[in-house]
């Protein structure tokens, strides 16, 4: 099981779209969220969470992912013990650089000094928080950074030896806001991105942003505002050499996430901190969410698992098609039914989906309706 997720929880606000599980600090309580971590990892009892008792070989690390929250938060001596403790842990190959570290960062907590702490931890690839070149737009989100300080993060990322950064946008934003989706494109493209993630704006429940939704201060955006900047991002990353690899995910160079995309070939994962969770082909399990109980459980020598649940195997199955859409490696024609359901020769005919090979794979349009597809695939199998 080579691939690891942390979860950092702690943030300095909520933005207004988050319903993630975080814990809202004034100080970051560093030295406690380390050596809670690493009691996770001794409670474990395997240090290697791929090898099974006997087992002397090990499997070692692929990825190590910390994400929140806000990991940028953490002061630098704190990111470099748990990034070098966990790969020593859990058997990370003597040549490091061949790990895919990555570590979330807003762009207000990236300084020269940070990032050369954080390349000489380890670290070999960064996801920023960008969400908008707007200045209005990131006031409205609650975030903490200007559009300034993205620039600004990403030369000093580079100037410290990480080369492979990635930047998040948000897009289908409320109507009144006025945002340019077209030019916080341009803008991104600007600073030469390896890697952006684009997700669209939804509506969780308890959040500012539902809030503001119940008693008409916004109106969420409808789903052609939502196709129509989607689609423009397609076009015009490919144009700039990006390739969508997955529905909200593009790179160049092959720069894909190794870390998130074993979560979408279906590979198991181990999962430590607040609210994280883990696979292992068969059943997932998660922590307690709120930051205080999980501290007390370890430090009290208990389990921070908070629950368990084993997937059917039409669970399991279900997830494979979905997951399988969802990246340009599509779903291979031989998983389809014979014959296959009606539903996807109509998805071939409207530019859907179509085949590559011995593969069905969506295509942009598709994956706006990714939805409907599997749906329409395993509603066929439940007939068959």
């Known amino acids: ?132 070149f707007d200045d209005n737009v990131l006031t409205w989100m609650h ?43 341009e803008l991104a493209l600007s600073l030469d991105p390896d890697h952006l993630s684009l997700y669209g704006l939804t509506v969780e429940e308890r959040t500012p942003l539902a809030r503001w939704i119940s008693r008409g201060a916004v109106v969420p955006p409808d789903d052609d505002r939502y196709a129509e900047e989607y689609l423009l991002a397609h076009v015009r990353l490919a144009a700039s050499g990006y390739r969508f690899y997955e529905v909200s995910n593009a790179c160049r160079d092959e720069r894909r996430s190794r870390h998130n995309s074993a979560y979408w070939s279906g590979r198991p994962y ?7 969770h883990s696979y292992d082909g068969r059943a997932r399990r998660w922590n307690v969410a709120a930051w205080p109980a999980y501290a007390r459980a370890v430090a009290a020598g208990r389990s921070p698992v908070e629950s368990r649940e084993v997937l059917t195997p039409e669970q399991r199955e279900l997830e494979r098609v979905y997951l399988a859409l969802r990246t340009d490696a599509g779903l291979p024609v031989t998983a389809l039914h014979r014959p296959p359901p009606p539903s996807t020769a109509r998805w071939l005919e409207q530019g859907w989906a179509e085949l ?29």
Not at 358 to 380: I, K, Y
């Open 356 to 384: 590559r090979g011995e593969r069905l794979v969506c295509t942009p349009q598709g994956w706006l309706r990714l939805d409907s597809l599997v749906r329409d695939l395993t509603e066929a199998a439940v007939v068959a």
């Open 143 to 185: 975030r903490s950074h200007d559009a300034a300080r993205i620039g600004a993060a990403v030369h000093a990322l580079r100037g410290a030896g990480i080369e492979n950064v990635s930047l998040d946008l948000i897009f289908a934003l409320p109507a009144e806001l006025q945002r340019n989706w077209e030019r916080d494109l």
């Open 270 to 276: 181990l999962g430590l901190g607040p609210a994280a």
């Open 1 to 132: 099981m080579p691939h690891l997720y942390l979860h950092v929880p702690f943030c300095v606000r909520r933005c207004s779209y988050c319903d993630f599980s975080i814990a809202v600090r004034k100080r970051i309580p560093a030295r406690e969220y380390v050596e809670a971590v690493l009691g996770e990892v001794a409670l474990l009892g395997l240090t290697d969470p791929g090898r099974e008792p006997g087992d002397t070989e090990g499997h070692g690390l692929d990825t190590l992912y910390l994400g929140g929250g806000t990991p940028s938060l953490l002061p630098p001596d704190a990111l470099a013990t748990l990034v070098t403790s966990l790969l020593d842990a859990f058997g990370a190959t003597p040549l490091r650089d061949a790990v895919e570290v990555t570590a979330e960062a807003n762009p207000e907590d990236v300084t020269p000094a940070h990032a050369t702490a954080w390349r000489r931890a380890g670290v070999n690839r960064v996801s920023l928080g960008a969400q908008s």
